[in-house]
Structure formats: structure tokens, C-alpha cells
């Protein structure tokens, strides 16, 4: 298969400081979660637009503009753990 438009985006988001400014984003999942996506071994397509949108968000408006909880929540999310 070709490599889809946003293979690179896709590879850097694990490292995004829009991302990590988020605070709420785990990097090592991420990884792990691109990696199953472009390996083919899981279908997270929509859950990495998702994040690659929240990531266009924060660059472009600043994780300021999140809601105060979701700033303060200690909970990290990940996928494929």
C-alpha cells in the first residue's frame, strides 16, 4: 500500500508538544497506537483523526483554550497498552 497523506502527522503525533501540553495524552501508547494503526494490526483510523484534530486544535488556538478540568485531570488516556 501507499502511504496515506498524513503517515508523517501520524508518526510525529506521539511526540507533539500540542499533545503534551494537553497533559493528558500518554506517549508511549500513542506510539503504540500508530504503530498497530499503520501495521495494519488494528483499525484506530477514527480515533487518530480525532487526535491528529486536537492536535491541529491546540497548535492553532493553545492548550489554554481547553476546559480548566480537562487541564487538571490527572488521568492520562491510551490505546493499545
Same mark, same amino acid.
Given at each position: 500500500?501507499r502511504p496515506?497523506?498524513?503517515?508523517d502527522?501520524?508518526q510525529?503525533l506521539p511526540?507533539s508538544p500540542? $499533545?503534551?501540553?494537553? %497533559?493528558i495524552?500518554d506517549?508511549a %501508547?500513542?506510539? =503504540? /497506537?500508530v504503530?498497530?494503526?499503520?501495521?495494519?494490526h488494528?483499525? $484506530?483510523g477514527?480515533? $487518530? $483523526?480525532?487526535?491528529? =484534530?486536537?492536535?491541529?486544535? +491546540?497548535?492553532?488556538?493553545g492548550a489554554? =483554550?481547553?476546559?480548566?478540568? /480537562? #487541564?487538571r #485531570?490527572p /488521568? #492520562?488516556?491510551? +490505546? %493499545?497498552s
Amino acid at each position: 500500500r501507499r502511504p496515506g497523506p498524513l503517515r508523517d502527522r501520524l508518526q510525529a503525533l506521539p511526540q507533539s508538544p500540542a $499533545l503534551e501540553a494537553c %497533559g493528558i495524552f500518554d506517549p508511549a %501508547g500513542l506510539r =503504540t /497506537a500508530v504503530a498497530q494503526h499503520l501495521q495494519q494490526h488494528r483499525n $484506530l483510523g477514527k480515533f $487518530l $483523526l480525532m487526535l491528529l =484534530t486536537i492536535d491541529e486544535w +491546540v497548535r492553532q488556538f493553545g492548550a489554554d =483554550t481547553l476546559s480548566e478540568p /480537562a #487541564r487538571r #485531570r490527572p /488521568a #492520562r488516556f491510551a +490505546v %493499545g497498552s
